[in-house]
């Protein structure tokens, strides 16, 4: 699969993006490449493998939960622009 130029500028313009010629010229050729090995990993066979989130199975180091801050409310509050009865107040921005 291969990416034109045409594609380049189509795209570029629905994110509102400026591209010169050349730039759309190497982003096609560059678009194309990726989309070239894509097709390459797609056809390997992948069949009874199981998925995973990590190249190496190593467990994640974890911590206990502590909380270490507590009743900080007044301090935090102290930094709002706008409180009332102990909350932050927002401007409404949905009617």
Not at 11 to 24: H, I, N, Y
């Amino acid at each position: 699969m291969s990416i034109d130029a045409q594609t380049v500028k189509h795209v570029a313009t629905l994110a509102r993006l400026q591209a010169s010629p050349t730039e759309v010229e190497a982003y096609a050729e560059q678009l194309s490449r990726i989309l070239t090995l894509m097709e390459t990993l797609n056809s390997l066979p992948t069949e009874g493998v199981m998925p995973m989130s990590h190249a190496v199975d190593i467990p994640i180091p974890e911590r206990d939960d502590v909380v270490c801050h507590t009743d900080q409310r007044e301090a935090l509050l102290a930094c709002a622009a706008d409180t009332d009865q102990g909350h932050f107040r927002v401007p409404k921005i949905i009617e």
